[in-house]
């Protein structure tokens, strides 16, 4: 689903050039949960964004669903994102004047979706992921949990072949946060989606299948988690 071959990344200021990553070589297989650990500064945010398609690297490739998105011009990749790839942020990034409902379906607003249809998917996720009863409710209604639950199901509304999350559950307290990875679990288990979870949080990496972790830009470990996840 996500193979990362030789990928580097610096970034140039002026005549100064900055290595944040090197040689990377990792895949991520179709219905896998994987945590990408590491503190800050490992350079784990600008891998999110490279594999997310929102930088180009210096060197390597990135496949997702078999496709070199490193290689597609920003109309294509722009596209791509919208079709293939899912996001989850630590901060929700619900828009407050919108229905948790409509907060859902806008992805599928930017496919040309008919209405009636959006509206069927967006309800099917809410309750798939257990607030149905609050389609009708704007965000600063819910609390940080139910709004990621809502952040979740419009990472999923068009049938994304990846979803990355980027610290799911920073904002959360401990017993929030134990419910929202087990969502995710629940969801990778159960309906085969694959996740790729950016956090710096052992307690959350340690309920993944499998843990990459880098340090200072390198990827020091990839850590087969015995049994499954959970």
């Known amino acids: 689903m996500l193979t990362i071959a030789g990928l580097s990344h610096s970034f140039r200021t002026g005549q100064e050039e900055t290595h944040v990553l090197h040689e990377l070589n990792f895949r991520v297989e179709q219905g896998e949960m994987v945590a990408l650990l590491g503190s800050s500064g490992s350079g784990k945010s600008t891998l999110l964004n490279l594999m997310a ?14 496709q070199a998105i490193e290689k597609m011009n920003e109309n294509r990749l722009a596209e791509f994102r919208r079709t293939h790839i899912g996001f989850i942020f630590q901060s929700y990034e619900l828009i407050p004047h919108l229905t948790v409902r409509e907060n859902v ?35 600063s209604q819910l609390s940080g949990g139910q709004q990621q639950r809502v952040s ?62 880098l340090r200072d830009g390198y990827l020091v470990e990839q850590h087969k988690q015995e049994g499954e996840a959970g």
């Open 53 to 66: 398609g929102l930088m180009k690297p210096t060197h390597g490739s990135i496949l997702i669903a078999g």
């Open 105 to 139: 379906e806008l992805p599928l607003v930017f496919q040309s979706t008919p209405s009636q249809e959006r509206k069927q998917r967006a309800m099917a996720l809410l309750q798939q992921v257990g607030i149905g009863d609050k389609s009708e409710m704007f965000p």
């Open 152 to 213: 979740i199901a419009r990472s999923l509304i068009t049938k994304p072949a990846i979803v990355f999350a980027d610290e799911p559950t920073g904002n959360l307290d401990t017993k929030t946060e134990k419910e929202i990875i087990d969502l995710l679990i629940d969801l990778n288990q159960n309906s085969g989606i694959t996740f790729v979870i950016v956090t710096h949080e052992l307690e959350v990496a340690g309920r993944t299948q499998r843990i990459l972790q």
